[in-house]
């Protein structure tokens, strides 16, 4: 089972900050995902990297996957309170050649204070 | 747009107590999942069934049973509640042997044992 570590454990930023997410492990990933989990809520999809060195945007959060595919971080630019929450990253586990399932790391909380 | 929908949101048991959690998704997806969160420890598999008819442990199976009813439920039962079940739990479908293998969520059973 590959282990996910994620750093920070918390991070708390004002308004209009910059922050950096990590997610690392010791073996390739797959494919990693991130999450986003609000508080009473279920994590919700924020992106899928695959390709070794890939970088996605989505509005102002960068996702950028190693060359190594060993590790994953989320950039979030000019933080807003909306974008408090618990950053989750997930690998895939190859269980047959058509299927997986996902493993969770801990997790990143983020506070964004007006 | 009810997705993955779960019941109770909340329960109270004493020890011992038996219970069970129903999840239903209506999104026709093959795989479905059930996952505890507890603080700084992410995410952690407990049961999955990869299509109608089949289910295996994940990585903390021990004191639950699950029971996929048909391919819209998946039920997770705790046959003689423990302290340590004390818990968020967290059902969630996929679509079978996708490369994403995105997760949806529903919004979480909060169980508190006594």
């Known amino acids: 089972t590959q282990l996910l570590e994620q750093s920070p454990q918390f991070l708390s930023i004002q308004e209009g900050e910059n922050l950096t997410v990590y997610c690392n492990s010791s073996?390739?990933?797959?494919?990693l995902q991130w999450y986003r989990q609000e508080p009473g809520e279920g994590p919700v999809l924020l992106v899928t990297v695959v390709t070794g060195g890939e970088v996605k945007k989505l509005k102002r959060l960068t996702f950028q996957f190693g060359d190594a595919r060993k590790d994953s971080s989320l950039h979030i630019t000019a933080a807003q309170p909306g974008d408090t929450g618990l950053y989750l990253c997930?690998?895939?586990?190859?269980?047959?050649?058509?299927?997986?399932?996902?493993?969770f790391g801990a997790g990143t909380q983020v506070v964004v204070t007006p | 747009n009810a997705g993955v929908t779960q019941t109770p949101k909340f329960q109270v048991l004493k020890t011992g107590q038996s219970m069970t959690l129903q999840c239903a998704q209506d999104?026709?997806?093959?795989?479905m999942y059930w996952y505890r969160q507890d603080p700084g420890m992410g995410l952690r598999l407990i049961y999955y069934s990869a299509s109608e008819g089949t289910t295996d442990k994940g990585e903390v199976p021990n004191g639950y049973n699950v029971s996929r009813l048909n391919k819209r439920e998946f039920s997770l039962r705790l046959e003689s509640a423990a302290p340590s079940q004390t818990s968020v739990y967290f059902c969630?479908?996929?679509?079978?042997?996708?490369?994403?293998?995105?997760?949806?969520f529903g919004e979480g059973s909060r169980l508190t044992v006594l």
């Open positions: 999104m026709n997806h093959n795989s």
């Open positions: 997930a690998s895939k586990e190859v269980v047959s050649d058509s299927w997986g399932k996902l493993q």
């Open positions: 969630a479908s996929s679509e079978l042997g996708t490369g994403t293998g995105e997760l949806f």
């Open positions: 073996s390739v990933f797959s494919s």
